[in-house]
Every structure is written in C-alpha cells, then in structure tokens.
C-alpha cells in the first residue's frame, strides 16, 4: 500500500467540489485509493515514450466506410408516441421541473 498522498484537508475539498459527504471511514478509503491511482500516474509519467509516435486509432485496422453500415432513413416515431409515456406534456412538448433559477 502506497503511502496517504493527500492530506484530510484535501478529501474534505474534493469532497465539498463534489458535493458529496464522507463518513471519517470514508475520507480513510479514498485517501488510500486517491493515493493508490495518483501513485500508479506517477509510474506512468516516468515511462519513457520519446520515440513513441501518437496514436488516434485504438482498433486493430483503421475503419474503413466498408465497416461502417449504410444510413438508411426509416420511418419515426410520431410526437404522440415519442409522449406516451411522460409524465407531464403540453401541446407537443415534454414538461419537466425548473432546474435553472431565474
């Protein structure tokens, strides 16, 4: 196990961006876990890639439009459908609660 990288202090920080709040246990773990992912970073920051070229394809072979399936326009949900199921509607239109104050 990696030695506690980030102080209580910091937990309490992350934790407050977050939103969240963590049991004493809790602020415990994920110190330890925090810890743990920064460390193995850490490792990663050292290995050397200067002659390693950038990749922006993670696949075997780079895809081709062959891979790819063909678009084809297919018939649509008509608004009544598309609103079956909300649980509030207006006109054409879902309603849902404020989320924004004015």
Do not use: C, W
Not at 59 to 73: E, F, G
């Amino acid at each position: 196990m990696t030695k506690p990288l980030l102080s209580s202090d910091k937990i309490d920080h992350v934790a407050k961006l977050a939103r969240i709040k963590l049991t004493p246990q809790e602020k415990k773990d994920f110190s330890r876990q925090i810890s743990d992912v920064l460390s193995y970073m850490d490792r990663l920051n050292k290995v050397d890639t200067e002659n390693t070229s950038p990749t922006f394809q993670v696949t075997t072979k780079p895809l081709s439009p062959q891979d790819l399936r063909t678009d084809k326009p297919g018939k649509s949900l008509t608004s009544k459908d598309a609103l079956s199921t909300a649980s509030q509607t207006q006109d054409d239109y879902l309603l849902s609660p404020q989320t924004v104050k004015k």
